[in-house]
């Protein structure tokens, strides 16, 4: 069965800062892996989907990785911004079902 | 566009109560997945179906049965409600032209079973 992690659980940074999420899986036989964003009490809002043939993906500050054989993947996000605050998850696709991890929630600090 | 749309969003029941829970795209996707999100589980996976007329167990099936007899709605019932369903129900739909079409999410249901 696939595993998906998110380390770390919860992540504060200074408005403005660079920063780094991670999300890892144990089978690397996955079609895509997708990251969402999750405000709280909302829905998921689909922020970058990486197809297993690529390496990254980018929507403006937002920059995604996928590196399939060693099971990893990273959201990268530039010049952070307070309203960036939220709870991250990814979640992988082996076949037709869709793995998530229990997310990294990010608070920017103005 | 409505995208995935939900009905209702609060539903109170107590135990053994009967419900279903009602999602609706109108993108025209073939697959749509009812999750469950718990907090430090993640979301979990109920059931799913590729087109009309098919379901498919996800990874907590038990307790939930779901019907698509039309490819823009996916039901999920809760037959006998128990305390261990209160959680938060998401639906979402997603195109199957394609393995790397995106999922799309509804608002949720926020669910308690007393």
């Known amino acids: 069965k696939q595993e998906v992690t998110q380390i770390p659980a919860a992540l504060s940074v200074p408005e403005g800062e660079n920063l780094v999420l991670n999300c890892s899986f144990t089978d690397s036989a996955i079609y895509n892996l997708q990251w969402f964003r999750q405000d709280p009490g909302k829905g998921l809002t689909s922020l970058l989907l990486?197809?297993?043939?690529?390496r990254e993906q980018t929507s403006g500050r937002l920059n995604a990785s996928l590196d399939k054989s060693s099971g990893r993947s990273t959201l990268y996000i530039a010049a952070s911004q307070p309203g960036d605050s939220a709870t991250y998850l990814c979640a992988v696709m082996p076949g037709n079902q869709f793995y998530f991890g229990t997310g990294t929630s990010l608070t920017v600090i103005p | 566009n409505a995208g995935v749309t939900q009905t209702p969003k609060f539903r109170v029941l107590k135990t053994g109560q009967s419900m279903t829970l009602l999602c609706a795209q109108d993108?025209?996707?073939?697959?749509m997945y009812w999750y469950r999100q718990d907090p430090g589980m993640g979301l979990r996976l109920i059931h799913y179906?590729?087109?009309?007329?098919?379901?498919a167990k996800g990874e907590v099936p038990d307790g939930y049965n779901v019907s698509r007899l039309k490819k823009q709605n996916f039901l999920l019932g809760l037959e006998s409600a128990a305390p261990s369903q209160t959680s938060v129900y998401f639906c979402a739909s997603r195109s199957g032209t394609r393995s790397y079409n995106e999922q799309f999410f509804g608002p949720g249901t926020r669910l308690t079973v007393l």
């Open positions: 179906s590729v087109g009309e007329g098919t379901t």
């Open positions: 990486i197809q297993s043939s690529q």
């Open positions: 993108m025209n996707h073939e697959y």
